[in-house]
């Protein structure tokens, strides 16, 4: 029996095409700056979203890290929603690395609006309080259930945070999934924030990688960051070949991750115990209410042992189940038949 693995859209394995390219590529001392193909494969994101320049690393953490590191500091503020995962899976980095707090507000999903930025404002340069520095976005959010901003609204979010002279960070891990989905240009992305982080190990199936995209200047202040982190890596190429292959070929096609996702909350919904909103389902990442006897742990050794691998999310009865690559159309109706198999032993 072939495992369904939905845990996450990280498993996903690199095809022959994309194993050709990295076996291909041509490299160099990345931290001499003379990896051919990381200079290109940095190139070519910065000119994606309309930046002068990139940097590469290894994990979206170390992405979103060294962007955040080199926009605020010690005794500083950065207001992001209370789901981020730059507050809530990248191990405390804002304060560990950085001597930085986060100044959390309510999004609805992930996404929040002007009005909770202006709400949390801090007004004039009063001794008491902590500088304020950033906002950062989450598009698509993960713990959102992989929602998408509307544009509209991050613009107003950019405005106003650009107006009290705060700069913008925008996770954007599955940024692609959003562009996908709203047919928004990523140039468009990248004009309202300051630093975009994108990641290639995510549903564009790389094994490693992931970017950020600014100004040259804070660029080379993030590389300084990059190399304390110890994520100066010599000959890259290797991974920047995967990364340049999934920048060619798996973007497009994760329409149809979205369409497996949203058939497969159809499916799982129709199973007694389990409960989601296939119209909630944006992207390629679905939430599952468990109302089962031993809850969505229980549920999740039981599907492993019928050969779907899931994730219980958060402290609540929930399950996360990610469509990828790895994961064919096909596979779908299986999937649910045997989440069904498992809710209905228990
Ligand atoms: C996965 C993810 C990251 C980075 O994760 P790594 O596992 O360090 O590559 C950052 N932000 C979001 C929203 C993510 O989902």
Redesign the pocket.
């Known amino acids: 029996m072939d495992l369904i693995d939905l845990r996450s859209d ?1 498993v996903t394995r690199p095809g022959p095409g994309m194993r050709k390219a990295m076996h291909d590529a041509e490299v160099g001392d990345d931290v001499f700056g003379d990896d051919p193909t990381i200079n290109q494969l940095q190139e070519r994101v910065a000119a994606l979203f309309g930046k002068e320049a990139a940097i590469w690393t290894p ?6 890290q060294i962007a955040i590191g080199s926009l605020a500091g010690q005794g500083e503020e950065i207001i992001c929603d209370r789901g981020a ?2 507050v809530n ?2 191990g405390g980095a804002i304060s560990a690395l950085w001597g930085a707090q986060s100044l959390v507000v309510d999004g609805e999903r992930g996404i929040f609006g002007p009005e909770d930025v202006r709400a949390v404002l801090r007004r004039g340069d009063n001794e008491h309080f902590p500088r304020q520095r950033a906002v950062a976005l ?1 598009n ?3 713990r959102g259930g992989g929602s998408v901003w509307p544009i509209a609204q991050m613009r107003k979010v950019a405005a106003l945070a650009h107006e009290a002279g705060l700069a913008v960070h925008l ?1 954007g ?2 940024l692609w999934n959003a562009h996908v989905v709203s047919g928004v240009p990523l140039l468009e992305y990248g004009a309202l924030a300051d630093t975009v ?1 994108v ?1 290639l ?2 549903g564009l199936g790389a094994p490693a990688g ?1 970017l950020v995209a600014s100004t040259r200047e804070r660029v080379m202040r993030m590389r300084r960051l990059r190399k304390r982190l110890g994520g100066g890596l010599r000959q890259a190429g290797v991974l920047a070949a995967a990364g340049l292959y999934a920048l060619d070929h798996h973007i497009e096609r994760l329409a149809e991750d979205h369409q497996n996702a949203r058939r497969l909350a159809e499916l799982v919904r129709e199973i007694p115990g389990l409960s989601c909103e296939p119209r909630l389902v944006e992207t390629n990442l679905l939430f599952v209410d468990v109302a089962v006897k031993g809850g969505s742990r229980a549920l999740v050794a039981a599907a492993r042992s019928e050969g779907v691998l899931c994730n219980a999310e958060g402290a609540g009865e929930r399950i996360r189940l990610v469509t990828h690559l790895d994961v064919p159309a096909s596979a779908i109706p299986e999937a649910a038949q045997r989440l069904r198999q498992a809710a209905t032993a228990l």
Request: one cysteine or more.
């Open positions: 990280t994990t979206g953490t170390m992405a979103n995962h730059i899976y990248e989450e698509t959010h993960n996770d891990a599955r982080s990641c190990s995510k992931s």
